[in-house]
């Protein structure tokens, strides 16, 4: 009790709470802007944590995380694009929402989710954060290859027109990368003797290429062929109450599935995004419509991103060992502090734990109302005349893009992901599955062949390992239930199609 | 190119109209603009935590901005490159880990040598320590390398990459210890450690602060006097093994300075390394302020590199 006070204490001090408030703005800002992203937000802030105190230090930098995270989401519904790359599930369905004139309702189911995301993770961690470390520890190289294969599933569920397309698409991605040194032996791999391509493709110039540029290609290119984008209500709305107990199911599970990943490190909320977002396509009532702006897909790639931020504290707090880029950024940034994160953090710097708690509960309150009041400023942008849109967008990715390792060569994979989107999407590929493989390609292949290396070059000993055995199952559930249940459905063909139709009017 | 041929000519100008007056005068009115640090990694991490220490001093001692410009990317090798290609006039120097100079040449196609940089001095030395799994069984190195004997590769060690420090420096131990054991590569300090807490692997080398941050024990530390952090575990040497590895680097700069900007550095360097705020810094990290001067920071980097060469070549070539 008495140091939960303490950390109360902490927190209201004027300094930290501006500079929370200030860097949940500023974080939504640099998130919804494509190609910047949380890391990018966290360093710029890096030099200011010299000067500020700790406990303004480190709201800022939880602001910033948070803020980021969420700002991702706004370019996701608005423009088709990822702000961040952990908004890359949340285009699937927030676009089709925003292109069918409902962006006011899906910028407000995302900030919704968003934020009781988080704030579900947050109270989770309070609780059993050390608890959750240790679990978290009996993850080692196979346990992660078999969560790596179970996420993989996901392509499935992405890939609703075309499979062969889908998983074309999804071994591009795998391919892809594979570019640069390999991990375990140091050899190079598909450089073609260019000392750049020796240090592999970078996720935000392939990510930011293959989404934002195609997307400007691609309306570029029916800019006088086709009517105009139907200009949603600038405005902000929170989903109705009913709605919300509707979707409550949804909501916990993507949270939980967030909180759960966010503590195995090196994971990242990219993949947790689409682990609940296949999950969500599997068990929701509303499947049927996921793809075409269904805000159950929506919230689940919403809440498990921002249920990360939460999770991830987790192993750098209570291990030392960063979830991702953006947490080992932090844990810097705690050294500098003078913080030693680690198993003794917790026993003794209690007072400070309670106060990271306590400042990301805040954060996460603050996105309902930074969200409410920016939202419909950002909103706005659907009504800029598109020729302008669109190269505003050109210049603020390339910058984007530009600014992490100051590298034209980045600027050139941007080009040629971009030109390669664009093509993929007139071929009617989907772009997702590429990004899937490419984020879950380098942790699979490492995790397998480490794996490997402790088993003696004995894969059917990973059967061995409890944890992996349950995602191999699991895995191959995901994958027998659609066949089945369409064998079911042949079977039961009339009272199956019966069930859907009284599923679907209830949705309506 | 034109503004280079511009700046070459106002310089050359500059030169000859002050060179009657007062001799090196470029070199002493250094610097009179702001100096760029490249750090070959992304921020945040050990490297660049250092870089920004040494960055905070050198703009005291120089009068300047120092400003750190990031440049992350093949393990360090992107940053150090870029290095390379810039001006020789003091403005652009890079805080560079001993790895992207002694090993990573020897591993890919680096577009530099060790001959297109000017070496300022060394900054620091981060002993490194020989950490078990918790419950492990082994107290000292003699226990796990009677172990290793009568199992050969049973074992396993963790290191944050193929052809890293760590990774050569165990290479080295079991060539002495002639015992095998099956390397396990990670990518980066974090996830190895991870991996040893959960037991995953049995071993693994790496920096005293890493071990001693996550309550892990070490079986020996490979320095030459016990590591103030650790200072219960026997040094390899102690155990008869003769063998020192650390983490380490320092300041260089693309090769060609000015006698007078290089000697400035070095003085520089000289107040850097005597700042009590940069002692407590690196202490934070969990390494030590080493200082080398610039002879000998060369011939260091030099004779490491050749060592590692040879390492290199046998244990993934000679596979």
Same mark, same amino acid.
């Given at each position: 009790m008495d140091s939960i006070l303490a950390g109360l204490h902490l927190l209201l001090a004027p300094e930290a709470l501006l500079s929370l408030f200030v860097a949940t703005v500023v974080g939504i800002i640099v998130g919804a802007l494509p190609g910047l992203g949380s890391v990018l937000a966290i360093t710029m802030a890096l030099p200011l944590t010299f000067v500020l105190g700790q406990g303004a230090s480190i709201t800022l930098l939880l602001g910033l995380y948070c803020g980021s995270v969420y700002g991702g989401s706004i370019s996701a519904i608005l423009l088709n694009t990822p702000g961040t790359p952990q908004a890359a599930a949340t285009v699937l369905d927030g676009y089709p929402m925003a292109r069918s004139g409902r962006a006011d309702l899906a910028l407000g189911w995302a900030t919704t989710a968003s934020a009781i995301g988080g704030i579900i993770a947050t109270l989770i961690l309070s609780i059993a954060a050390p608890l959750l470390a240790r679990v978290g520890l009996k993850f080692g190289p196979i346990e992660y290859f078999a969560l790596g294969v179970f996420a993989l599933t996901c392509i499935v569920s992405v890939s609703k027109e075309d499979m062969i397309k889908g998983l074309m698409a999804a071994l591009t991605g795998l391919f892809v990368a594979v570019v640069g040194q390999d991990t375990v032996t140091g050899a190079l791999r598909f450089d073609f003797n260019s000392f750049e391509l020796s240090a592999g493709i970078g996720l935000v110039p392939f990510l930011v290429g293959l989404f934002a540029l195609s997307e400007v290609f691609w309306r570029a290119s029916k800019l006088y062929s086709v009517e105009s984008v139907k200009a949603g209500k600038s405005r902000f709305t929170f989903p109705g109450f009913g709605e919300l107990r509707n979707r409550w199911s949804v909501l916990l599970k993507s949270s939980l599935i967030g909180t759960w990943v966010g503590c195995l490190p090196g994971v990242g909320a990219t993949s947790a995004s689409m682990v609940s977002y296949a999950e969500a396509k599997r068990s929701?009532? =509303? =499947?049927?419509?996921?793809?075409?702006?269904?805000?159950d897909g929506l919230i689940a790639s919403e809440a498990s991103n921002n249920a990360v931020t939460a999770g991830a504290m987790v192993p750098t707090l209570s291990l030392g060992v960063p979830g991702d880029p953006i947490t080992a950024v932090m844990l810097g940034a705690l050294a500098l502090q003078g913080i030693t994160p680690g198993p003794r953090l917790f026993i003794e710097q209690g007072d400070l734990i309670n106060f990271i708690f306590m400042a990301l509960l805040v954060a996460n309150a603050l996105l309902f109302v930074c969200g409410a009041l920016m939202t419909p400023l950002f909103s706005r942008i659907l009504k800029v005349p598109e020729p302008i849109l669109l190269c505003a967008i050109v210049v603020l990715v390339a910058i984007g893009t530009y600014s992490i390792n100051a590298s034209t060569f980045d600027l050139l994979i941007m080009f040629c992901a971009g030109v390669a989107g664009f093509l993929l999407r007139y071929g009617g590929f989907p772009l997702a599955p590429i990004v899937i493989g490419f984020v879950l390609g380098p942790m699979i292949e490492q995790s397998l062949r480490q794996g490997l290396i402790i088993t003696r070059g004995d894969f059917l000993a990973f059967l061995h390992y409890p944890i992996a055995l349950a995602f191999f199952i699991l895995t191959l559930l995901f994958l027998l239930l659609p066949i089945m249940r369409s064998w079911l459905g042949c079977i039961f063909g009339q009272r199956q199609r019966k069930l859907d139709k009284q599923e679907h009017s209830h949705d309506l | 190119m034109k503004t280079e041929f511009k700046n070459n000519t106002r310089r050359l100008l500059t030169s000859l109209a002050l060179v009657a007056i007062v001799p090196l005068a470029s070199a002493q009115d250094y610097p009179n603009k702001p100096v760029k640090v490249i750090v070959p990694f992304p921020a945040g991490g050990s490297t660049d935590l250092m870089a920004r220490a040494t960055a905070r001093e050198l703009a005291e001692t120089l009068g300047q901005n120092v400003v750190v410009d990031n440049r992350g990317g093949g393990a360090g090798t992107i940053g150090v490159a870029a290095l390379a290609r810039e001006r020789p006039d003091g403005y652009t120097l890079g805080v560079v880990p001993a790895a992207t100079l002694v090993n990573q040449p020897h591993m890919r196609r680096t577009p530099y040598d060790l001959d297109q940089f000017d070496y300022i001095c060394q900054l620091f030395s981060s002993p490194m320590a020989l950490a078990v799994k918790?419950?492990?069984?082994?107290?000292?190195l003699n226990q796990l390398v009677d172990y290793a004997k009568e199992h050969p590769n049973e074992l396993t060690y963790g290191t944050p990459g193929p052809g890293t420090l760590m990774h050569l420096a165990m290479e080295q131990f079991l060539q002495i210890a002639d015992i095998e054991l099956e390397h396990v590569p990670f990518t980066g300090d974090a996830p190895a450690a991870t991996a040893l807490l959960g037991g995953h692997i049995d071993l693994y080398m790496s920096m005293t602060n890493v071990v001693n941050d996550r309550g892990l024990a070490s079986i020996?530390?490979?320095?030459e006097e016990p590591a103030p952090s650790l200072p219960e575990v026997e040094t390899a040497i102690e155990q008869g093994y003769d063998i020192t590895a650390a983490w380490w680097g320092g300041l260089v700069a693309p090769q060609g300075l000015e006698d007078g900007v290089k000697s400035r550095l070095v003085e520089s360097c000289q107040s850097v390394v005597y700042a009590e705020r940069f002692a407590q810094t690196l202490e934070d990290l969990g390494a030590d302020v080493h200082f080398r001067d610039p002879d000998d920071f060369e011939a260091y980097v030099r004779g490491i590199s050749e060592t590692n060469a040879q390492l290199i070549e046998t244990v993934f070539k000679g596979e």
């Open positions: 929701s009532p =509303r =499947r049927a419509n996921f793809g075409n702006g269904e805000p | 918790p419950d492990s069984p082994f107290e000292n020996g530390v490979f320095s």
